[in-house]
Nanobody, 121 residues
């Protein structure tokens, strides 16, 4: 059973940067991903990284602006978000999977409680 905790959310100006962290405990390493959910919208995939960190996957909205990385020695995954836009505000969730990797919420069996990102224009 994994436990995930996200850190680093907050308020940032449009065009600014923010780095999110996710600390995971349990049987590591897992395949991991970031999802986000804005009010009134479904949870959507943002970025993911496999257990070995050799492969990353990004949503079109994140390509070129966000970067997922991980430090398995620290059991931590990161999401560096640059050039934040007014459409980026949401609760960002960290997710972990022991059974596969992809962009679907169903793939991930462990979830954090989320951290809120707000972008001011």
């Amino acid at each position: 059973q994994a436990q995930l905790a996200e850190y680093g959310g907050g308020l940032v100006q449009a065009g600014g940067s923010l780095r999110l962290s996710c600390v995971v405990s349990g049987r590591t390493p897992y395949h991991m991903a970031w999802f986000r959910q804005a009010p009134g919208k479904e949870r959507e995939f943002v970025a993911g990284i496999i257990a070995s960190a050799s492969t990353t996957l990004y949503a079109d909205s994140a390509k070129g602006r966000f970067a997922a990385s991980r430090d398995n020695a620290k059991n931590t995954m990161y999401l560096q978000m640059n050039s934040l836009k007014p459409e980026d505000p949401a609760v960002y969730y960290c997710a972990a999977s022991s059974r596969g990797f992809g962009a679907q919420t169903q793939t991930f069996e462990y979830w954090g409680l989320g951290t809120r990102v707000t972008v001011s224009s």
